[in-house]
């Protein structure tokens, strides 16, 4: 682990924290692109939802017990690229030619 990658993780820290879930388990299959995470530790969703934009949530008993993420690298990347495309807008604008 670098640097950077600790970095990359005190960043999420205050998001974590603010979600309605205090434990959060996730697992990331790279062959399939998804990225599982379970807001209880041994659940057994008996229904779930596929979402427009291709996420699953998972429930058991009407209770959310985690979302499946489908084309999770792109969506990171795609993140990636909108925030800094965000702070090379927010930077221009502070600083006009």
Excluded: C
Aim: aromatic residues 6%.
């Amino acid at each position: 682990m670098t640097i950077a990658d600790i970095q990359a993780i005190l960043q999420l820290a205050p998001r974590l924290l603010g979600l309605p879930h205090r434990r959060i388990w996730s697992s990331y299959d790279e062959e399939a692109d998804v990225l599982y995470l379970s807001f209880k530790k041994r659940s057994h969703a008996d229904d779930s939802e596929l979402t427009d934009d291709d996420i699953i949530i998972r429930y058991e008993g009407g209770e959310v017990v985690g979302i499946t993420v489908l084309h999770a690298s792109k969506r990171a990347s795609s993140g990636r690229a909108a925030r800094r495309a965000a702070r090379h807008r927010g930077s221009a604008r502070e600083n006009p030619v």
